[in-house]
């Protein structure tokens, strides 16, 4: 492969998905190096004063400062366009700073925001609390009821906001649907991708406008560092995304683009592999009686509906104890899967979303997602599901399953 190939847009669109994923974005320095550089750097100097003054005017391509463009989060941002099929790609420092840069740079006073009732605390507080100080207005809705997006539409109604699947409850949600609804009716569709990626599910390709992602989770996959993404048409990264961006500063550091940049090589193994696992695991405790909510089970209202727009159904699910007593007595019986409220690790880890996650919330706020005191949310790792398997049964028939 040539030093520049993996930047190179007329080659790379050719590429199948696996390839994209360990080879798009790989920009060589004279070196020639294997791996990808990581450029620790915060400026960048110039031979001459009208390149400086080019590349700043917009009518020269190459860095200027690290907080706009680097070489490492630029190859991050070329992989990740190319696996998710964006025109582009903007990095993030934290999953949390792309949901945020998403929507408020496209926000203003007196516009109005749908979102999705089931969703990651962060992403809910974002809706109920930081929109609305702003003049920005907001509506929940069930987001699996197709019905109630159209209904919730105004004449000001400037975004659709939602996760599929939902932290921590995995609703489903119809992606043509909501899309086809949206772009119908003027509406940017918002979707936050990061309990499937792009391995397992593609919202563009159902006609959503911006994909977000925390890449802390699956991209990375192995609990090191925190990073965000935000994906797009060229416009809408360029124009809207980027001036917000370079004013207010959530940029990812190199370090932490690198290591996600690493760990996109191995993640359509480790969803394909976790999903199976987490499928397995999940028939499993639910014959032992608890309520499971997985997308990938025959049980979830979701199934049919996931099955169509996703690849496999992700390493993810909630079981329901009854009572936090019961949950907390199966987290502390534990001896292999950790306690931990992070997800899409390679290693399982479990929590108790009202007691982490969701915590922040007001009591009423989790009941009407129905995050109860019951619920326990796993991302299934690449133990051995076995082994799993025994250290759940043990755990379950502590909390009296």
């Not at 992070?342 to 997602?369: K, V």
């Not at 129905?370 to 043990?394: A, K």
Request: charged share 25%.
């Amino acid at each position: 492969m040539k030093k520049t190939i993996g930047m190179d847009r007329a080659v790379t669109r050719k590429w199948r998905p696996a390839t994209r994923a360990v080879r798009g974005g790989t920009w060589r320095s004279e070196h020639g190096e294997t791996s990808e550089a990581l450029f620790l750097t915060s400026g960048y100097t110039y031979d001459d004063a009208a390149t400086v003054a080019a590349r700043f005017a917009g009518e020269e391509e190459g860095m200027t400062y690290s907080r706009l463009q680097n070489p490492t989060v630029a190859m991050l941002e070329e992989r990740i366009a190319l696996m998710e099929g964006a025109e582009a790609c903007r990095a993030q420092a934290s999953g949390m700073a792309a949901m945020t840069a998403a929507l408020l740079c496209q926000l203003s006073v007196g516009d109005h925001v749908v979102a999705a009732r089931a969703a990651f605390g962060s992403c809910r507080w974002l809706v109920d609390h930081l929109c609305p100080r702003f003049g920005i207005e907001t509506t929940v809705i069930d987001s699996a009821d197709n019905a109630a997006w159209e209904a919730a539409i105004r004449p000001n109604t400037k975004v659709f906001f939602f996760e599929t699947p939902a932290n921590p409850t995995l609703d489903v949600v119809d992606l043509a649907h909501v899309c086809g609804l949206a772009r119908a009716k003027g509406i940017t569709t918002v979707v936050d991708n990061a309990f499937a990626t792009a391995a397992l599910q593609r919202p563009l390709e159902f006609g959503a406008d911006i994909v977000a992602y925390s890449a802390t989770k699956l991209m990375d996959g192995q609990g090191r560092v925190l990073a965000g993404a935000v994906c797009g048409s060229r416009e809408f990264i360029d124009e809207t995304l980027l001036p917000f961006q370079r004013n207010t500063g959530p940029s990812l550091s190199p370090f932490n683009a690198w290591i996600v940049h690493k760990g996109l090589e191995t993640l359509d193994l480790r969803a394909h592999r976790q999903s199976e696992n987490a499928l397995e695991l999940g028939r499993f405790v639910e014959e032992r009686g608890p309520r499971v909510l997985h997308p990938g089970l025959e049980s979830h209202p979701g199934h049919a509906l996931a099955a169509r727009q996703m690849d496999a159904f992700g390493p993810i699910f909630a079981l329901d104890l009854g009572s936090r007593e019961k949950a907390f007595a199966l987290l502390d019986a534990l001896e292999l899967i950790d306690i931990s409220n992070n997800i899409g690790d390679a290693r399982s880890l479990m929590c108790h979303p009202a007691s982490t996650t969701h915590a922040g919330m007001s009591e009423d706020a989790r009941a009407e997602m129905g995050v109860t005191e019951g619920l326990l949310r796993i991302n299934v790792g690449l133990e051995d599901p076995e082994d799993l398997r025994e250290d759940l049964d043990r755990a379950l028939s502590a909390a009296g399953f």
